[in-house]
Structures are given as C-alpha cells and as structure tokens.
C-alpha cells in the first residue's frame, strides 16, 4: 500500500536534507547576499523573456531531478533575478538588504505558521501586538488596535471598510444598497489604491472625488472643503478622507492638520496612507512632515519600504480602542476560534482580518529594530534625507540635470537633458523629445546591468527619473555613480 | 552632517554581516529544522502569555542591542515558537517542513522583489505563469489565467469581484448601488470567507444564500435549485455559486458536475473553493472527488496546504482568456506600468491584481515541484490517503474512539469516549459530557508538548477531534502514537 512505499527526493533521509539545505544556504550567501551588494556586480542581468524562459528550465515535469540539478536552478533563479539590495537599485520605494530583517525573514519562513492564534503563533501574536504598540506610540497614540496586512492597498481597503462599518454597521449584513450614496475625498496625488479599493469594496470609483494637488503635490484643503460641499449637493453622503503621507512620485506629504480640521468639522473618518512616509516618524529632525497625522482615525505605513523590513511588512493602525476591526471583520469560526480554550481567546486575533491564514510579518520587523534600535533607524532616516540633499545640490551643479521640484523628502524627481537638447528649451518638440530620453536611457541601463532608476510621466510633464534614497548603505560615491552614469549613458542622445 | 556619521550595528561591514548572518543560519538549523522536525523533541513549549513576554524580552527600545544578543533573541523566537514541521503537529491544513520548499522560500526572502513587473521580477513573471499554466492543466484548462494571492480567503473574494464585474461591467465605476440586488450560493460547510468577502465587497453577508449539506456535509444539489429559484422570486439576481472541495471541518467535496449542470442552467459563475482539497488533482487515484471541476469558471487552491509549499502559496485559477483579471482590477498606474518601456508590457502583470506590491509566493512551489516532480507529489498524496484510511481502521478498533462519519478524505473526525463515558451514550447529559472531554485533552497535550490536533463543535455535534494527514514525513508510528497519547491523556476522565 502507498503508506509504506519508499519516498522519492530527500523525503525520510532529514540528514541528506540538512545537507541540502546548508548547500543552499551557500549558494544565497555567495550568489544574493555577497555579490548581490557588491557594486563591482551588475544589479541585474538582463535576458529577452523567451532566452530567460530557457536559462531557467522553468517547466514543470513528472519526473523530480536530481538534488544537483536543483541547486543548479537556485543558483540560475539568484542569478537572473534582479538585485533589490544592490546599491545601485533606485528603481522602487525599497532597497537594500538589512541582515537583521532577512534573519527575522528567513526564522519566519523556518517556522512557517499562521498569525491567527494564540495556540499555533504565541510568539508572534504577541510580538505583533509589541510592534503595533511601538509604531501607534510614534503616530502619537498611547492605545489604539492594529494589524498586520499583505500590503499598503489592502490596508488602505481595510481603512475604507472600517470607516463604512463605523457609520453604517448595517452595511456588514445588508450592503450597500442599504446606504445613501457614498462619497471618498483622495487628492489626485494618491496612491491608485484608492481607486482600486473603491472597485473592489463596491462604492465604486465615481464614489472617489479627486481633490486638487499643488504644484509640490499637497492636497489644498480649500478644494477638499469644495468638493465636500458639492458631493452633499449631489446627494452624496461624504465619510471618508483619505490623505497621503509621502506621495508615490514626488513625495509629498499632505498637510494634515488643516485637513484633520475640515474632516472634524465636517465629522469624516481621516486615513493618512503613510505607506511610504510613515518611517519619517522616527526623526526628531523631519517628522514635522507628519504634524497632525495623530489626529487621524487611521493610518497605513509601510516598514518594508524606507525601513527595508522585507515585502511585506504593511500595518494598519488605528486610534479605535471599541475593538472595531474585530466587529467590522469578525464572523467567529467555530472552528479556529473556539471559545472553550484554556487560554484567553482575546489572544485569537485572526478574526481582526478578511483573510484566515495570514502570514508573519511583525518577526523582520521586530529582529530589525532590536538590533538597531530607535536610534539606528532614526539615523538611517535622516542619513537619507542629507543623501537626497546632496543629489539636490550636485544636479543643480551639474549642466544637463534639471530638478522637477524642490523635494521635501527622499523622492528626488529629476529630467536628464541630453547634450543635443540642451538650450533648446523653446523648441516646440522640446517635450516631447525630452520625454523620450529616460525610456531610452532605461533601456541602456538595464542591459549593461549598471544601475537601475525609475521614469514616468506625470501629469503634464513628460517622462522624468525619480530617484529614491533608502537603502541605508548607499554613499554619496554611489549619488555620483548615478549622476556620472547618466551622462555616460546619454551622451549620444 | 548626517551621511558622514558612522553607521550603528553591522551596517557598513558586509563581512561582519555575512558572519552574523551565518551564525542565525546555525541557529535556525539547529532548533528549527532539527529539533523541530524530531519526535523526541516537543511540538510546542508552552507558556502562558505574561510569562512568554518577559521570556522574549518583546519591548522595542532606543537603543540597539548586542549582535550576541540578537543571536539570542532568534533562539528564543524559535524555541517558543509552534513547530508547525513536526510530525507531531494534526492542529492546522497545513504540516511538515518541506527542505525544496523551504529553500525556495529562503531565496525569495533573500531577493526580496515585488511580483509587479518583468522589469524588476523577470524571473519570477515567468515562474508565475509557468506554474500557473501546470495547476490549471490538472484542472483541466488548455488556456486561462490566473494569479497568486495572498491566502484562499482572498482568492475566493478576486472570484466573486470578477464575477460580479463580468455581469456588470459598471459596477467597477458606479457601485454596488447601480446594481440589482446581488446573490450568491455556498452550502453551509463553505469556508467563512464567503461571508466575509460578501460583507468585505459590499455585496452584504444576507446576500449570501445558505445552501443544505448532506449528512457528510456535501452540497444539495436540489438545495441549491430551490434557493436560487427563492432568491429570485424574492427580487434578487442569482450571480454566483461558490461550491467546495474540501470543507475545512469534514474534508467534503461538493458534487460538482450537478453543481455545474444547475449553474449552466441558470446562467451563474461557478467558483470552486478547492483551497485544500484541489491539491488532489494531482493524484489519479483520487482525483475523482473533484470531477467536474474543469467547468467552473474560477478556482481558488492553497499549495500551502496538502502540497507543503509554505504559508502562503495560494492560487486564483480562471478559465477566462478574455483579460478579465487586468480588465477588472486594473488602473493602468503611469509610473509602475509605463507603456513606453522596452520590452513586452503584457509581461506586467501587477496590475491584475488589487494589491500593488505582492509577495513573490511561486517559487517555493515551483522548486518543490522540481524536486519532487509531479509523480513524488501525487505518491505523497496517496499516501496522506493510505494513512487517513490506516487511522479509520484503527479507531474502530479500539474501545473508546468513535468516527464523526467516515472520511472521502484525509479529516479524519472522531470523538475519543473517556472511560468515565463509555456505555453511556443514553445518558442525557452524555453529548454535553462528551464535549467538554476535547478542550481538556487539548490543554494537557499543549502543556506537555507531545502533540497538537484541532478540536471543534459542528452544527448539532459537540467537540470532536479533527486530525489531518498532511505531512509526508508522517507514519503508521505517528498514527498509533496520536490514538496511544489521548488514551494516556484522557484516562482519568
């Protein structure tokens, strides 16, 4: 019978697989941790995706292989794979590869559990609730709930989801075709979560009404309090304003006092999406960027982008002590969440979420701070702020770069003029062909593996660099790296 | 200024990094690969809540700590932690520690990418559709798509919000409210996540239209014909019927091509919730519990469960080869999804999804995959069979077990009778007597650390045992010593 037939691969030999696995280990020590921070390596090795596809092996047969043949492909799969951590990876709003955070990932992976029970998890659910307690004290409040989710998007939804159920507790059970006509403020600036999560929670995005930016990317709270006024016209019922901590291009941070007070007087939930600007909270010197946010009903920040915790490490923090997220989410399985336990079921606190199984995020995060402390990531933060400074002034030193804005956080937005562009600022096509340079310029960089930068267009303007400064081992050699590059790659052009 | 200053902890010494790093790797190792994969180690080292927070020394504090010191504390999250890999763990639809998968879970840690676009995850675009492509061959699908998701619970909601929006293309921008009222199908034993991604999406969870199970918990068919017809004489627009193949409780497979038969009929999505029990496609001997699958439109699948792949590896499978996915969620971002980019932009595939940065869950199923090919997965899953079949026989044997039903798959539910209890079946407080026996088993098992198996009441029945046969590595020794250990742990009851 099939329960006493000898199994295939490694399975019943836990010494072969020991072995195997320190063979692995070696192969990530050398091929992702080692040269994958070096910048004498390229920080990817660009290949069509049919000659990848080949590389790779990818297809997946009756046959196993053979363990050799297996460590082969991790060693393929490292190798083709684009280096995050690599010094010259500017192309996201993550970067670098933080040894305390990969160990808390790789512990996690290790124990492979869920985050919903105190019975399967007890380490983890009370380490969540530690981090949460840490970061709802630098959002300026000293109670408050949480939770981890896969992501900043989803953690906006939850906002949205919350702030309806806070209203509107009917909702849950009856929809929303037992609700007035919603309305959600987002400025054009947001991340396109917002929208998304409209789609995905039914209001539908028409329910999103676009408040106007300024020219740095802020929200103007006086159009905030004008589009509030014309959705109640329109028989609209306003509930909801989310704000943006550190915008996805520019890097903007919404002035959240001023909107707290609209939001106040007009009696709206206020979510600030910090995803990426959360982190700045931990400097003395820049916080300021966030005055007002502990004012917010909820917030969502980030720590796997400018604090480099890993994908993912998102939280949802809210000032909510009425156990909302358990009430909004909650549907009491009987199963998971017996109510018969030895211990406190308080401790259970999967049923917070819309998933079941959830996986653990807080470990990278907690391992990360314990090494470096308040302190050390504060550093890290302010470091990165001199280090976008400088990138500040060198562009303005140097012919041929030309700032889109003055940044007031790590997002330095940046055109690069090529040589036959230059003083042609009148030309009637000037945009147009200076629009066209990054895409090529992209493309150069990317196929010598020298660095990678991210491009977009941006509302009016053309394709611009947006360069981002987190990962914390970057020195002001590698800022000229990028300038120098640049030129190298685009003198032709 | 700030980007002078020296860096606290390892930053700026690679070498030192890699040591450290080294020294974790010994320690994972040691307590969570060996000894947590030994059954003469415990499977859980309990302790109550106060006492296991000063244990973890949990407080995040200013300063950073020693690297020793950080040593330390990975011991500590590791020794305390459920080991979820021991042969001793039944509590959860998930066991074992694969060494492939877990490899490839490492690796993924080690990059630390977005699964967003080819650009920055060219190897992992790839993978995705690769696997995707094999997982939906065992269902039965030339052509389709699909994406991974961060857990079953959403998968099964991506189903319903497609479903929805195939229908009513406008709900996307206009709500829920342009809408007619809305229905939607699952049987009693369905996953909590049906309501929960009813209430989540706006549809409401009254939307949600309880369908009759059988006795062994599969799905009416004539139930679910009367109730559509009832829904839709109460004004409401039957949609969607989400079956089940594999309930979470009694392991049951709803009969899907009657299921099929009555959703072609009526016009309805039919979304198969095979999160655990779709991993027996891949067995020719048993694959016959899911026939009928091949004519559904979604599939949600969990490799993280039966297949061992790792928390989370879960998968939204679609018939549709009409874009629907990117249709539904898309928000065509400008600066993640440029259209100007050098190379294929389908190959962006991020933004069929509602999430933006996603964690890349392909990969330790891939390798897994490669290592065991589909022949040594599918000899695992006879054998989980054979050894679920092995402990049926067992517990009619002895005195003092008593089946909930007899299983189609590997739940094997069952009452362990106590001494005290025995022959008193007639007795009127004998099935409220009986419950109480399973939370204390429960406690004494988790305070010694022999062995961890899930408990729950179920429609009219009190407590009883739910074991799963999920881990390979599992024998006929660990069969008999689960039977053995709640006779000695409940002998005096």
Redesign the interface.
């Known amino acids: 019978?099939?329960?006493s037939?000898p199994?295939?691969?490694?399975?019943?030999d836990?010494k072969a697989?020991?072995a195997?696995?320190?063979d692995?280990?070696e192969i990530?020590?050398d091929e992702?941790?080692?040269k994958?921070?070096r910048t004498s390596e390229k920080v990817?090795e660009?290949?069509?995706?049919e000659e990848?596809?080949q590389l790779?092996s990818?297809?997946?047969?009756?046959?196993?292989?053979a363990?050799k043949?297996?460590l082969e492909?991790?060693r393929a799969?490292?190798h083709?794979?684009?280096?995050?951590?690599h010094p010259r990876f500017f192309?996201?709003l993550?970067s670098g590869?933080d040894?305390?955070a990969?160990?808390g990932?790789?512990?996690?992976?290790?124990?492979?559990?869920?985050q919903y029970t105190?019975?399967?998890?007890?380490?983890?659910v009370?380490?969540e609730e530690?981090?949460l307690k840490?970061l709802r004290a630098l959002v300026g409040w000293s109670s408050g709930d949480g939770v981890f989710c896969?992501?900043?998007?989803?953690s906006n939804?939850y906002a949205m989801?919350l702030a309806r159920y806070q209203r509107y507790p009917d909702?849950?059970?009856?929809?929303?075709?037992?609700?007035p006509?919603l309305a959600i403020f987002a400025s054009k600036e947001c991340?396109?979560?917002v929208?998304?999560?409209?789609?995905?929670?039914?209001?539908?995005?028409?329910?999103v009404r676009v408040v106007e930016s300024d020219e740095r990317g802020k929200m103007i709270p006086g159009d905030l309090e004008r589009q509030i006024k014309l959705a109640e016209a329109e028989g609209a019922v306003p509930f909801l304003v989310s704000a943006t901590s550190g915008t996805?291009?520019l890097g903007a941070f919404d002035p959240l006092n001023i909107i707290a007070d609209v939001c106040q007087r007009h009696g709206l939930w206020l979510h600030v999406d910090a995803a990426w600007g959360g982190s700045v909270l931990l400097s003395q010197t820049h916080r300021h960027l966030l005055d007002g946010i502990q004012r917010a009903n909820s917030v969502a920040w980030?720590p796997?982008k400018l604090l480099g915790a890993?994908?993912?490490c998102s939280v949802l923090l809210l000032q909510d002590t009425s156990n909302l997220l358990k009430r909004c989410?909650g549907?009491q399985?009987?199963?998971?969440f017996?109510q018969?336990?030895?211990?406190?079921v308080a401790?259970d606190t999967g049923d917070k979420v819309?998933?079941?199984?959830?996986?653990?995020d807080c470990?990278k995060l907690?391992?990360l701070?314990?090494?470096?402390?308040?302190?050390?990531l504060e550093?890290?933060i302010?470091?990165a702020?001199?280090?976008a400074q400088?990138l500040v002034e060198e562009i303005k030193k140097r012919k041929g770069f030309e700032l889109v804005i003055e940044p007031e956080f790590v997002n330095v937005c940046f055109w690069f003029v090529p040589p036959s562009l230059r003083g042609k600022q009148e030309s009637p096509d000037y945009s147009q062909r200076l629009s066209?340079v990054a895409?090529v310029l992209?493309?150069r960089m990317?196929k010598k593996g020298s660095m990678?930068i991210?491009?977009?267009?941006?509302g009016t303007r053309g394709?611009f660099f947006?360069m981002i400064v987190a990962n914390?081992?970057l020195?002001?050699a590698d800022i000229d790296f990028l300038l120098d590059e640049l030129e190298r790659l685009g003198q032709d052009l």
């Open positions: 019978m099939a329960d037939e199994l295939p691969s490694l399975d019943g836990p697989a020991e195997w696995l320190r692995v280990f990530i020590m992702a941790i080692h994958g921070t990817c660009w290949k069509e995706p990848l596809k790779l990818l297809e997946l047969q009756t046959h196993g292989e363990q043949q297996i492909h991790c799969v490292i083709y794979s684009v280096k995050t951590g192309n996201q993550f590869l040894p305390h990969l160990a990932r790789i512990i996690t992976e290790s124990l492979n559990t869920s105190y019975e399967i998890a007890p380490v983890f009370l380490m530690e981090v840490k896969p992501g900043g998007s989803i939804m989801n909702c849950k059970q009856k929809g929303l075709r037992a609700l006509p991340h396109y979560s929208n998304k999560g409209a789609a995905f929670l039914g209001f539908g995005t028409d329910s996805t291009v980030n796997h890993g994908l993912q989410h549907s399985a009987s199963y998971l017996q018969d336990k030895f211990y406190d401790l819309v998933q079941c199984g959830r996986h653990v470990l907690w391992l701070w314990k090494a470096q402390g308040g302190q050390g550093r890290r302010d470091r702020f001199a280090l400088y066209q895409p992209k493309e990317v990678m991210g491009y977009q267009p941006h394709n947006r914390p081992m020195t002001r």
